[in-house]
T-cell receptor, first 114, second 111 residues
Framework: DTEVTQTPKHLVMGMTNKKSLKCEQHMGHRAMYWYKQKAKKPPELMFVYSYEKLSINESVPSRFSPECPNSSLLNLHLHALQPEDSALYLC?????????????FGQGTRLTVV | GDSVTQMEGPVTLSEEAFLTINCTYTATGYPSLFWYVQYPGEGLQLLLKATKADDKGSNKGFEATYRKETTSFHLEKGSVQVSDSAVYFCALNFGNEKLTFGTGTRLTIIP
């Protein structure tokens, strides 16, 4: 199983809503990532979890709140988002190699904030 | 800081044409280098990688060689197909979990 599974695939939410994005992998990877990708741009790193602990936060606004309940799951909790937060949110996972040997990406959640 | 520069797109080629997408990097030291592909509406898939100088990564007819002298990792394919139409990202990694991506090159293959 070399898949990273993200749910939902599409999400439309209002600016006052609270929602969560979910990501799951069963490859035994101990590093998991959230990326944000705007149209026609490369992915931008948001957060990295290593061994279920937050190791990198790329100065992401607090309206995005990550959570890693166990080594297979990664969530991104969303609250009070702005329309400019509309984007494709990608989850990825990898072994905790130095340097990185490969990151596997999910298909993403396409988020629209209205 | 570390950075990746890719050739500007979009690139449009006819089927069976030869493809080159240029990628150069700026980094202190020797990063691992990757090419990722993103098909329309999907996430990223690793296409190929190289972890040290002179390594050649290859997959699905695509190749790229890690050239330390020219700090380059150009992507090539001898005969492209319509199904190769996608966005291609060059990326590097430097001993941590952070991937640094280039801006991406949109490739369209016409029959």
């Amino acid at each position: 199983d070399t898949e990273v599974t993200q749910t939902p695939k599409h999400l439309v939410m209002g600016m006052t809503n609270k929602k969560s994005l979910k990501c799951e992998q069963h490859m035994g990877h101990r590093a998991m990532y959230w990326y944000k990708q705007k149209a026609k741009k490369p992915p931008e790193l948001m957060f990295v979890y290593s061994y279920e602990k937050l190791s990198i936060n790329e100065s992401v606004p607090s309206r995005f709140s990550p959570e890693c309940p166990n080594s297979s799951l990664l969530n991104l909790h969303l609250h009070a988002l702005q329309p400019e937060d509309s984007a494709l949110y990608l989850c990825a996972s990898s072994h905790t190699d130095r340097p990185l040997t490969e990151a596997f990406f999910g298909q993403g959640t396409r988020l629209t904030v209205v | 800081g570390d950075s990746v520069t890719q050739m500007e797109g979009p690139v449009t080629l006819s089927e069976e044409a030869f493809l080159t997408i240029n990628c150069t990097y700026t980094a202190t030291g020797y990063p691992s280098l990757f090419w990722y592909v993103q098909y329309p509406g999907e996430g990223l898939q690793l296409l190929l990688k190289a972890t040290k100088a002179d390594d050649k990564g290859s997959n699905k007819g695509f190749e790229a060689t890690y050239r330390k002298e020219t700090t380059s990792f150009h992507l090539e394919k001898g005969s492209v197909q319509v199904s190769d139409s996608a966005v291609y990202f060059c990326a590097l990694n430097f001993g941590n979990e952070k991937l640094t991506f280039g801006t991406g090159t949109r490739l369209t293959i016409i029959p």
